[in-house]
């Protein structure tokens, strides 16, 4: 008999090596061996990014598919063991967790993804769903944090946005930071591709789909739909060789982290929060380069701060001023004994502008030139006509702001996180449903090219 199942699994991997979507590829290789039909593409699904104790990019996997009932108690203890050979169990932090759903997703794990996104999960919480009613498995390594966002990424909904990850990996085992790759085809790719994204940051010449830690992932190539991510896989020239390549559905850089809006008084450490509020004071730079202004919402003051990494992002908060009305979105850090509670900002609207009046001098009554002082009660000369005057006048006019109401402004391509939404996909189509075929047979075609893809990176 026939079954639907989704299997999740999160924090295999560490600052130091291993990729939990390089271990989701080993279990996608395993299905296909012992024989599933695929319901969609593995599901990559970026979590909270304030997390602290997570590894990188806070991204969990979830695969689902169909199988006869027979298999599954194979398929279960084959991917436990590849948990068990592939996670990066020596490092202090990782503590994986992977969590096999029978039938459709509990609605408790919809809505764990839900909060997942923006709040902090206990472990606790995760272990009472998953003993209590649970139609399911789950196996754990040391506490088992991972089982948070293995879970999350069995209720994962991406039916209103989502985007693809193109992923080709090196040989786990090779730890430099450097990948070799042409960068100039990168660009001559990205630039010939239409719904890609964010793959390079051209204000700042920057390449963004090599990672820079000694895990497998060679390049993540990002886009509107799996057409396009592949397509620009094969315009790019490869320095190394592939060990393997997988495709993903995602949440990435579709924003879903700012669900709800917060006051002052609401927010907490290491939420991802929207909030509503007016600029106190003007923005101010300290060392380092980082700019600071405070925010007051329902009557608290919350410290808002973009740290110089967000590179042009700082010219935008420093034309703020006082009595600006804004929307922020950032992630909240806890307080230190240097710098209260802060929202590390990720972008901001601006709801209204303080108008500023800025007062002008009168220019000489007889010719319009400019007036110079003669010394203190000496009066004023027309430096044009050599009028003088006893007294200099003076006009009034509104200062010409440099920010507009109901623009987004956000950090550069170069330090955005995994959900932010670029600016390049703030647009009323949905390019992703161009495709007319479903995911199950997109995702199949795919694995039937694979090893043609593959083939094609060899130098």
């Known amino acids: 008999m026939l079954k639907e199942y989704t299997i999740g699994i999160d924090d295999t991997d560490s600052n130091y090596g291993m990729c939990t ?12 061996r012992i024989g599933v039909d695929f319901l969609d593409f593995p599901r ?41 050979t592939y996670s990066d169990i020596d490092e202090t932090n990782t503590d994986p967790g992977i969590v096999l759903q029978s039938g459709k997703p509990d609605p408790r794990l919809q809505q764990i993804y ?3 996104l923006y709040s902090v999960i206990k472990i606790e919480t995760i272990k009472e769903i998953l003993n209590k009613d649970f139609n399911g498995e789950y196996f754990h390594i040391k506490e088992g944090r991972g089982l948070i966002g293995a879970s999350a990424a069995i209720g994962t909904d991406l039916q209103s946005d989502y985007t693809f990850e193109f992923i080709a990996y090196r040989d786990p085992n090779i730890k430099v930071s450097k990948r070799l790759i042409d960068e100039e085809s990168v660009i001559l790719a990205d630039e010939s591709t239409a719904l890609s994204f964010g793959n390079y940051d051209y204000i700042h010449n920057q390449l963004m789909i ?17 057409r396009s991510v592949i397509d620009m896989w094969c315009k790019i020239k490869i320095l190394e060789k592939i060990n393997t390549i997988m495709l993903f559905r995602s949440n990435q850089h ?21 909030v509503r509020g ?10 380092g380069g980082h700019v600071l202004f405070p925010l007051i919402s329902d ?18 908060v420093r034309e703020l001023t006082t009595g600006d009305e804004l929307m922020v979105y950032g992630g909240v850090r806890p307080a230190s004994d240097e710098y209260p509670i802060t929202i590390n900002l990720e972008h901001f609207e601006v709801l209204k502008l303080k108008k500023i009046i800025s007062r002008i001098p009168v220019k000489c009554p007889q010719c319009n030139g400019s007036l110079k002082s003669l010394g203190m009660n000496q009066g004023f000369r027309c430096k044009r006509c050599k009028n003088t005057l006893k007294e200099k006048d003076f006009g009034y006019q509104l200062k010409k702001r440099g920010l507009r109401t109901g623009v987004r402004y956000t950090i550069p391509i170069c330090a955005q996180r995994h959900l932010t939404k670029p600016l390049s996909r703030d ?21 039937i090219n694979r090893n043609d893809l593959i083939e094609k990176s060899k130098i």
């Open 114 to 116: 839900q909060e997942a």
């Open 210 to 226: 090599t990672p820079h830690g000694p895990d497998p992932v060679y390049v993540g190539i990002r886009g509107e739909n799996a």
């Open 44 to 84: 990559l699904v970026r979590l909270n990014p304030n997390i602290p104790y997570k590894t990188r990019g806070n991204g969990a996997v979830s695969i689902k598919f169909i199988t006869e009932e027979k298999k599954i108690k194979e398929i279960w203890r084959e991917s436990i063991k590849l948990v068990e």
């Open 278 to 287: 007016t600029v106190n004071s003007d923005p101010y730079l300290i060392n």
């Open 254 to 274: 579709t924003q879903p982290h700012f669900p709800k809006e917060f006051n002052g008084k609401e927010i907490k450490p290491h939420f991802s929060v929207k």
């Open 299 to 316: 009557g608290k003051s919350i410290n808002c701060a973009a740290y110089e990494p967000t590179k042009i992002f700082r010219h935008f």
């Open 427 to 447: 647009v009323t189509l949905q390019f992703h449903k161009m495709s007319k075929k479903p995911f199950e047979s997109e995702f199949r075609e795919f694995l």
């Open 21 to 32: 979507t390089y271990l989701a590829t080993l279990i996608v290789d395993l299905l296909e």
